[in-house]
């Protein structure tokens, strides 16, 4: 059974769990705790979950469960009160009772969980294990602080999206990088005409910004067209993305900013490029090949008196890598080099055999 909804979390449940109610989740028998597991009632979790968040003025808009047919396991989703331009923040949360998953949490501006234990959210408050010592109402508050705090820096990394504007040449790079690049690992491109039409079509105002949150609106709105599955993939490969894109985008504005303020500043007070020294070089006295290496002949006075007709070949020092004995010794070590690495190689293949 699959479902999605308007709202920024998903739950999907297709691997033989069942959807129920809050109510129902009370009715779900708790196994007997052994010596070093202590099964949690899944309505107790729910229950502590949603006391700690009213003690933080945090409401429950939405929520959704889902068990697995022996009721050992148990998936959800809740959409909060706490809002940002443009959604909803949510959390995820899981419980099993059979060994096979942890007590977690994940919090966000978008949210998946499905039966097949996919978990997806921007971070993690809580994931513990179910031990003896276990307190269950003190691990929930104290994750819920730390969803709280989380809130913060999610508006922030918005705003800053917002803020990101793009040129049209801009979003239709980003677009093609996605599709027909491959950016986005597994993203069908036939979406790509939709997201372009989205973005440069906006069918919703808080959407007409051209800036890279409207442009971000654009591709999770065409991925809604996907199965939940694929859609919970490519979603978040998309994030891996934009976060690079913002970090590219970023860099070069800061560089055009800084170039811009550098041209403002009065003549004098720029950063100069980097000048050779005008000095002429000076090689000792009778060296003339080094002069002409450095192609410094015509600066220098004295070699410029000298008469060139005179130079010979033979005059120039003898250059020691053109020996033969250098040749023989480089030819000698580049040889023992190999024989070293040939036997590395050989000790490297008797351990991984002899292990």
Not at 46 to 65: G, H, M, N, P, Q
Not at 76 to 85: I, K
Not at 93 to 113: C, E, P, Q
Not at 320 to 333: A, G, K, R, T
């Amino acid at each position: 059974m699959n479902d999605t909804n308007n709202y920024n979390s998903t739950l999907v449940a297709h691997c033989g769990a069942k959807k129920i109610t809050r109510d129902e989740l009370r009715e779900i028998e708790t196994p007997a705790a052994t010596r070093t597991h202590q099964p949690l009632s899944h309505f107790e979790v729910v229950e502590a979950l949603t006391e700690a968040l009213s003690f933080r003025y945090l409401k429950i808009i939405r929520d959704e469960y889902a068990v697995s047919p022996d009721g050992m396991k148990m998936f959800g989703v809740m959409d909060l009160s706490a809002e940002f331009n443009g959604g909803r923040f949510s959390i995820g949360l899981r419980n099993s009772n059979d060994k096979s998953m942890r007590l977690a949490l994940t919090a966000g501006m978008r949210i998946f969980v499905c039966d097949n234990l996919a978990f997806s959210g921007d971070f993690t408050p809580l994931s513990h294990k179910h031990t003896r010592n276990l307190e269950l109402r003190d691990s929930i508050s104290i994750a819920v602080d730390r969803i709280h705090r989380g809130f913060e820096p999610l508006k922030q990394k918005i705003k800053a999206m917002k803020d990101e504007m793009l040129a049209e040449e801009e979003a239709k790079l980003i677009i093609y990088q996605a599709f027909l690049d491959r950016n986005i690992r597994g993203v069908p491109r036939h979406l790509m005409s939709i997201v372009h039409d989205y973005y440069f079509h906006p069918k919703h105002e808080a959407f007409y910004p051209r800036n890279l949150w409207s442009l971000s609106n654009a591709f999770t709105s065409a991925f809604k067209k996907l199965s939940p599955i694929k859609q919970f993939e490519v979603t978040a490969r998309l994030g891996s993305f934009l976060t690079d894109v913002q970090t590219i985008y970023q860099e070069r504005r800061e560089l055009e900013m800084k170039v811009k303020e550098e041209r403002q500043l009065p003549t004098g007070q720029q950063n100069q490029p980097l000048q050779l020294s005008q000095q002429p070089l000076q090689p000792a006295q009778g060296n003339v090949r080094n002069a002409i290496q450095f192609g410094k002949l015509n600066q220098n006075p004295q070699i410029n008196n000298s008469n060139y007709e005179d130079i010979d070949e033979d005059d120039f020092p003898d250059d020691p890598y053109d020996d033969e004995v250098f040749e023989e010794y480089f030819d000698q070590e580049l040889a023992e080099e190999q024989i070293d690495e040939a036997m590395e190689r050989l000790v490297d293949e008797y351990e991984s055999k002899a292990a």
